[in-house]
């Protein structure tokens, strides 16, 4: 094994990195969300704070995307692309009764 933890110790470590991401990605959410009502309340697009030199802009996005179901079968066939990954999980297993 290439890592400097046994199996149980690099898990354990993984899986509070996890959580302790998750707990930031939520607060992080809840931030933005914040931002984004300041902005809106105040008809603004773009907040500066001259104090710590920051600045959040909301612009615009634009994705186009293409489904199955709106294209001939001939047509998704012929055009389609396809993309392989791999996903790591990690969740807490209950221990054996």
Known sequence: MDSKYNIDDLLIVFYEKK????KAQSEYDSLR????????KMGKD???????????S????????????NLPSDIWERYKTV???????????????
């Open 19 to 22: 959580v302790a991401r998750d």
């Open 33 to 40: 969300t914040d931002v984004m009502k300041v902005m809106n």
């Open 46 to 56: 773009v907040l500066l704070s001259k104090k710590h030199m920051l600045t959040s």
């Open 58 to 69: 909301i612009r615009p996005c634009t994705r186009e995307t293409v489904s199955k179901k």
């Open 83 to 97: 993309s392989n990954s791999s996903m790591l999980t990690l969740k807490k297993v209950k221990p054996p009764s």
